[in-house]
C-alpha cells in the first residue's frame, strides 16, 4: 500500500495550488479519503474528506470555501484544489486513507509573500 502526494511548493498569498495523492495497492474507491495538515507547533488538523464515491464532501471551517476536495477513482487518485490561499494555510498536507488508516508522507505547502 502506498500513497504517494504532490503539488505542493512555495505560492504567493491569493494563489493556488493542487495537490494530488496517488494511491496504489489498493483501490482507493473502497475507501473514504481525507486531508490532513499540520503546520509547525501545531497538532495535525482535518482539512477535506470525500467518500468512496465522491458522492459527499466535507470540510474545514477555515478553508470551506477554498479549497474543494475531489477523487478520480479510475487514476486511484485524490485532489485537493486550493485557491485564495493564505500564509495560516502554510503547512505539510497529508493524505490518508480511511479504512486502511494509511498515511502518505506529506508533501510542503508554504504561503508566503
Known amino acids: 500500500v502506498q500513497l504517494v502526494e504532490s503539488g505542493g511548493g512555495l505560492v504567493q498569498p491569493g494563489g493556488s495550488l493542487r495537490l494530488s495523492c496517488a494511491a496504489s495497492g489498493f483501490t482507493a474507491s473502497s475507501s473514504i479519503m481525507t486531508w490532513y495538515r499540520q503546520a509547525p507547533g501545531k497538532e495535525r488538523e482535518l482539512v477535506a474528506t470525500?467518500?468512496?464515491?465522491?458522492?459527499?464532501?466535507n470540510y474545514a471551517d477555515s478553508v470551506k470555501g477554498r479549497f474543494t476536495i475531489s477523487r478520480d477513482n479510475a487514476k486511484n487518485t485524490v485532489y485537493l484544489q486550493m485557491n485564495s490561499l493564505k500564509p495560516q494555510d502554510t503547512a505539510v498536507y497529508y493524505c490518508y486513507a480511511v479504512r486502511l488508516r494509511y498515511w502518505g508522507q506529506g508533501t510542503q505547502v508554504t504561503v508566503s509573500s
Open positions: 470525500i467518500t468512496s464515491f465522491g458522492d459527499s464532501t
